[in-house]
């Protein structure tokens, strides 16, 4: 839906009624007052639509900043000069809560969080529009939501201690760790499949089409997206439609959700092809359970102490959590409605934890100083991070060829994305925009492993996530070691955390964008 259709949306009773009771809720800490009248509102720039639920709230711009529901932190670069201050620090800001409302607007979120750091120091964080709609309840970085596959992350840092210790070899069958668990099959012949290949997404388990014929078509399409299907074939669904998003039981344990997927045939030889699972994490989960000898959940409380992550936890729909959200989706007729009820317990591993922008990128703060430092003293070490953050083999992504994937996180290698751009790509439409800033091979930090070794190339370490009634993304942007280093007891770099209330919103050209403004 673009601007036009925007307006056209609009039911002006709705309209005037929220421009009188919500829009003066957003006006406050900026201002430093809880309530000011909407007249009061003075535009430097231009007006957007702001929708939430069936209208949509007229909502300015000034060059203080949008009209956000938290204000921005503070931090001070090496030299002692205050960064937020600076005019490029400023400036950044001001084009990121640009790009954060466009970003709602055009997915027609009711909220959007989002917290950006710069060498470890947080230099702003925000909330737009509402973490409850029903209740007027405003949007901010300590808002509480689900952050769907970058669980899949948090669950890389519990196996990469296990590695440490000496407990998991990643290359050997996963069978050697549970010996119950079914022989796999591919076309009626036993395979074996390894944690590597589980946690990089090339073991062969299903995502959640169930019928195989149907995932090996959707394989064959994306390693050539040139090719259209045609209107005779019917192959899969829209992502966020699949049943199994919807599942509404309680598992009580690993062993149970196993149940969804121990029985069935894999979708292809192990280590051949790559293809998103979600549901290879719960055996990921089921190795974690039986190498610590501890429920997967104790393993995983242990991971958020060590990393302080005070807002982070298993989602339980029982439990009461401070600052949650309300999860909303688009109807058919885009209309926005409350997400249907599910239980995630059934997929912890892959997609099951809650958390902040605020603790995200704490997180990835965390991660970078470890693997920027060699003498970094952390949860885990430097060499074991570097394996976590090396692209794993056969997950080249056909069709954005920057992307590949290590052990529960996503890579950008901007080489290949350059010389895409030189074949004639619009670099806008179909390329990563590369730009300075990024580690580079040879400097400090650089980990040496797997097919990264091409020399000059640059790197972003991130995950995105979909759930239903959220959308998530956390980006680690490191910059180079030897030429921007200031203060090696800080991480060097950017990490951006970006969450919205809302189900099936691609959020990662976003944190891209937002990255960019800080070099």
Known sequence: MNYLGYKIYINTNIKLYYRNNLLPLL???????????????????????????????????????????????RTVNADGTEFLQSPKCQKANNQTKDILLRKQLESLSPGIA??????????????????????????????????????KSLTSLAVAKLV???????????????????????????????????????????????DIETARALIDLAKHPERKPSEKEKIGQPEMEYPEYFIRDHYDSVTESLELVKDDPLVYQPGSEFYYSTHGYIVVSAVVEAISGKPFVS???????????????????DKLIMNRVRQYQL?????????????????????????????????GNDLLSMWQTSDKVGPIKRETLSRLWSCAPGTRN??????????????????????????????????????????????????HHGDLKSPGRKLMFFHSGAA????????????????????????????????VNITDVSLRDTAYSIAKLYF
């Open 27 to 73: 006006v406050n800490q900026f201002k430093g007052k809880r309530y000011q009248s909407h007249n009061n509102i003075k535009s430097r720039r231009s007006s957007y639509w702001f929708p939430v639920g069936l209208g949509l709230v007229g909502v300015t711009i000034g060059c203080t900043g949008l009209l956000t529901n938290q204000s921005n932190g």
């Open 114 to 151: 989002a917290t950006v750091s710069v060498d470890g120091e947080t230099v702003m964080e925000t909330g737009i529009g509402f973490a409850d709609v029903e209740n007027k309840v405003l949007m901010n970085s300590e808002s509480v939501m689900r952050i769907a596959s970058i669980s």
């Open 164 to 210: 440490e210790e000496g407990k998991l070899d990643l290359d050997v069958p996963v069978s050697v760790y549970l010996p119950e668990y079914p022989q796999p099959m591919l076309d009626g012949k036993p395979v074996d499949f390894t944690m590597r290949q589980l946690m990089s997404h090339t073991s062969g388990i299903r995502h959640y089409e169930k």
């Open 299 to 317: 393993c995983m409380d242990e991971v958020i102490k060590q990393y302080n992550l005070g807002s982070t936890e298993i989602e339980s729909n």
């Open 331 to 363: 109807s058919k007729s885009n209309k926005l409605v409350n997400s249907p009820y599910t239980d995630l317990s059934y997929k912890y591993a892959g997609g099951g934890f809650v958390s902040t922008t605020t603790d995200m990128v704490r997180l």
């Open 398 to 447: 056909a069709k954005r060829k920057e992307l590949c994937y290590g052990l529960g996180w996503s890579i950008i290698s901007d080489e290949l994305a350059s010389s895409k751009c030189a074949e004639g790509a619009s670099a806008a439409t179909s390329c990563w925009d590369p730009y300075e800033g990024a580690l580079e091979v040879g400097s400090p930090g650089f980990p």
């Open 468 to 499: 239903v009634g959220a959308s998530s993304i956390l980006l680690i942007n490191p910059t180079s070691s030897t030429t921007k280093r200031k203060d090696f007891n800080k991480p060097s770099g950017v990490v951006v955390s970006i969450f």
